[in-house]
């Protein structure tokens, strides 16, 4: 789930859009506090300045999303009621509205709504009031929820930007362990993908491959995530070092045929029954057992002399010929 209160945060981006720091010019400042309950939980009170443009009607004054429509709507003396629908893509939900003029200075409202969003039902209670505090110059609000979502699509550009070229691949594609909404740069994912091709080609030689696997640390999710499989780059260089004996290149940057060299080579030997050939890389990968065998059985003075005797007397016959 995104955002369990996502039309509140729409409210909200309504809300906050009118705010104004002047309190001079020809329109009608207002301060006003909004609250709001929902599933048993009640936010505290956001209290903010509003510009209303002069001679604005009292339903004008109530933000709505701009997925949302009026049904119905009628005004009695200073009351003012209407029921309202609003659709996000399989989302809909419904509500209804008061609003009341206490004075011409003074009024407040109080909106309800229900139905499911992002698939999960919701009821939801919207309360304001506001009282006019001064003057402003009004804006449309139109204008700043667009600004304000422009300076937040450039935001989101840039994170974009940045995971690319640190190779990050969990903002792009599916990663394992990883929610979707991680996903936030989905729609650059052919950007992410070229930026990998360029990486994978620098690394088919050792120099460049050690580089770059010292600098992506999660190439080979980005690899395979693009239709790379990493085994394709890392499997010649390494290969390449395993032959050349080159110990550090590959316990560095080669820990899947390093695994597989152990396998293969050392696993279940010791420095004594290793194949020569394989000796000096098993060693230093660490594929060797080092267990002690049991050690033999220190021979005593008496028996230690009397090899000697039969020693000097194999030799005494070989002498004479016996």
Known sequence: MKNRFGW??????????????AQTGPDD?????????MEGMK?????????????????????MDKNCKVLESKKSGSKHTFKFQCTEGKDTYTGTGEMESLSKD????RMTASGTREGEKFAMTTDMSGKRVGGCTWEDPAKKVKEMQAQSDAMIAKACDDQIAALEPAAFIDVEGMPA?????KSRKADFCAQTGKVLAGMRDPKGYADANNKYRSWRLAAKGCGTDPA?????????????????????????EAAEYRKQHCAGRDYTTVDTAHREMCSALGGLSYTSST???????????????KEGTDKLKKFLKW
């Open 106 to 109: 003074a009024w407040r409202s």
């Open 43 to 63: 936010m505290p009170g956001m209290t903010q300045t509003v510009c209303n443009k002069k001679g604005a009607r009292e339903e004008d004054k109530v933000p």
């Open 232 to 256: 394709s780059i890392s499997g010649p260089v390494c290969k390449a070092a395993i032959d050349k004996k080159d110990t550090q290149f590959v316990s560095n940057n080669c820990p899947a």
């Open 295 to 309: 050690p033999a059985k220190a021979k005593s003075p008496v028996d230690s002399a009397t090899d000697k005797i």
């Open 8 to 21: 509140l945060a729409g409210l909200a981006a309504l809300f906050s859009a009118s705010i104004v720091l």
């Open 29 to 37: 400042l207002f301060e006003v506090t909004m609250s709001i309950e």
């Open 181 to 185: 909404e991680a996903q936030f740069c």
